[in-house]
C-alpha cells in the first residue's frame, strides 16, 4: 500500500458574473411577459400567476451575492433564460473538455508535472454533455496523459467520491499519478424560469491531482482518510436521460432541468453530513480540537455555518471554515474544491483539514488531509 498526496489544485473561471440584481432584473422581466401573455389564463384560474424574484431574498436564504457563467446574455434575455453556448464539432474539443482542460493544466503547473506524467483523468461531474465517449478520455488526450480515463457522475459529491476512487487506486499501486476533474456547466441544467432555484449555480471547473507521497514535490497535502456515504433521495432530482425520447417527453418539461425541494434537503442533509464528518474523524482519532480548516461543499451558508458549528463545538473563527459561494454560487462538486484551492495557505506541516461535499443522491464525501 502507498500513502497518498494532493499535490495541485486549479480552478477554471468562467469570464461572465451575474450579480443577483441582473438576474432578477431579468427574471423579474420574463415574468412580466409570462404574466402578460397568459393573462387570460390566469384571470379564469387555469394558470398560475408567476411571482417576482427578489435580491434581498437571495443573499438572505443563500448567502449567494453572484455567480460565474460560460454565457451571460442568453441566460438574462427574457425571451429565452438559458446559456447560448457553441455547438462544436465532433473533431473539436467539447465544451466539459474545453474548461476541464484548463483547470487541469493549472493543477499539474501547481504540481510541478505534465500531462504525460497522468496515468487515470477521472472526470467527475454532475452532468456530462453527451453519454460516450467519456469526457475524461477526450480530456486525457488533450492533456497527452497516459493510462486510462473514466467518466462518473455521483451531483454535487462527485469531486470527493472521484478523490476516494483515485486515491484508492493509487493506495494499491494500480495507478501512480492521477488527475480528477469537475467540469461543471450547472448553467446548463437549472430552470432559470422557477423563482425557487434560478439563483442557486454557477459555472465552473475545478481539478486536483493525487499522486504517491513518495512522488510528492512542493506544497503538497498528504490524503490522511477518505469516507464515501450515499442513501437514497428524490429531493434533488434531473429526469433527463436516455429514454426521454422513448417516452414521448422531447417537450419543454420542468422535469428535464435541476429540481429540488430546497427545505427538505436542508433538514435532511445537515445531521447526515454532521454526522458523517464526525464519524469519519472519530474513527480516524481526530478530535475537533485538531482541526485546522474544514473546506465545506459551497451550497448555502446557513448550512455551511452550521455544519461547522456542529464539527468544530463551537463558531468556526474567522479562516476556519472559508465560503466561497457568495462569488461562485453553488457550483455543484466544484465547489469545495474551489473553497481548498482559494484558501489552503496559512497551514503548517501537520496541521489537518477536511474537504466534504454532499448533495443529490442524497451522497456525502469527506477527505481528511494533512498538510505536508
Ligand atoms: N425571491 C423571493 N421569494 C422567493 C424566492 C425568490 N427567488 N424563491 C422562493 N421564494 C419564497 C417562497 O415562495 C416562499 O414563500 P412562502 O413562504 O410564501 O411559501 C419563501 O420565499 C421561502 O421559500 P423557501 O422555503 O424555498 O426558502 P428557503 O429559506 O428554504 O431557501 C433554499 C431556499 C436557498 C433553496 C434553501 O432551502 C437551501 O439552500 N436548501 C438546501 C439546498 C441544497 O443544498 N441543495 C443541494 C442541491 S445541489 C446538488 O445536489 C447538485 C445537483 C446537481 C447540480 C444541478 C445544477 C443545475
Redo the contacts with the bound molecule.
Keep these: 500500500m502507498y500513502d497518498v498526496a494532493l499535490t495541485g489544485t486549479g480552478v477554471f473561471t468562467p469570464p461572465h458574473t451575474i450579480t443577483n440584481d441582473e438576474l432578477v432584473k431579468a427574471f423579474n422581466a420574463y415574468v412580466n411577459l409570462f404574466n402578460a401573455e397568459h393573462a387570460d389564463e390566469i384571470a379564469a384560474g387555469k394558470v398560475e400567476a408567476k411571482q417576482h ?2 435580491s434581498a ?2 443573499v438572505a ?2 448567502g449567494i451575492e453572484q455567480r460565474y457563467v460560460l454565457d451571460k446574455e442568453g441566460i438574462l434575455d427574457p425571451t429565452r433564460m438559458y446559456p447560448n453556448l457553441p455547438a462544436y464539432a465532433d473533431d473539436e474539443p467539447g465544451q466539459m473538455a474545453r474548461i476541464g482542460v484548463d483547470a487541469c493544466e493549472k493543477a499539474l503547473a501547481m504540481a510541478g508535472l505534465r500531462g504525460e506524467d497522468v496515468d487515470l483523468v477521472l472526470c467527475a461531474a ?1 452532468n456530462m454533455e453527451r453519454a460516450y465517449p467519456a469526457v475524461a478520455v477526450e480530456i486525457q488526450q488533450l492533456l497527452g496523459a497516459g493510462g486510462f480515463a473514466f467518466d462518473m457522475n455521483v ?2 459529491s462527485s469531486a470527493t467520491f472521484g478523490i476516494q476512487t483515485a486515491a484508492d487506486m493509487i493506495r494499491s499501486g494500480s495507478v501512480r499519478t492521477a488527475i480528477v476533474v469537475n467540469p461543471e456547466i ?1 448553467s446548463a ?2 430552470e432559470w424560469r422557477d ?7 454557477g459555472d465552473v471547473a475545478t481539478a486536483t491531482v493525487l499522486q504517491r507521497a513518495d512522488d510528492a514535490t512542493g506544497d503538497a497535502f498528504k490524503v490522511l482518510s477518505t469516507r464515501c456515504a450515499t442513501q437514497f433521495s428524490n429531493n ?1 432530482r434531473n429526469n433527463n436521460g436516455f429514454l426521454r425520447r422513448a417516452r414521448d417527453q422531447m417537450d419543454d418539461r420542468r422535469d428535464m432541468q ?1 429540481m ?1 425541494n ?2 427538505k ?2 433538514k435532511e ?1 445537515l445531521p447526515l453530513v454532521s454526522q458523517h464528518i464526525a464519524a469519519h474523524m472519530a474513527d480516524e482519532g481526530i478530535g475537533a480540537d485538531d482541526l485546522r480548516r474544514l473546506w465545506l461543499h459551497q ?2 451558508k446557513t ?1 455551511n455555518d452550521y455544519i461547522g458549528k456542529k464539527v468544530l463545538g463551537r463558531d468556526p473563527a474567522e479562516g476556519e471554515q472559508p465560503n466561497i459561494l457568495q462569488d461562485y454560487a ?1 457550483t ?1 462538486s466544484a465547489g469545495s474544491i474551489i473553497a481548498f484551492a482559494q484558501h489552503r495557505d496559512g497551514l503548517a506541516p501537520g496541521d489537518l483539514g477536511v474537504i466534504c461535499s454532499f ?2 443522491g442524497y451522497s456525502v464525501g469527506s477527505v481528511i488531509l494533512q498538510k505536508i
Excluded: K, P, T
Excluded at 195 to 201: G, L, N, Q, V, Y
Design positions: 424574484s427578489s431574498f437571495i436564504a443563500s454532475s451531483a454535487c450547472c441544467h437549472l423563482r425557487d432555484c434560478h439563483f442557486i449555480f434533488i435541476f429540488q430546497g427545505r434537503v436542508f442533509v451550497a448555502n448550512m453553488n455543484s448533495g443529490a
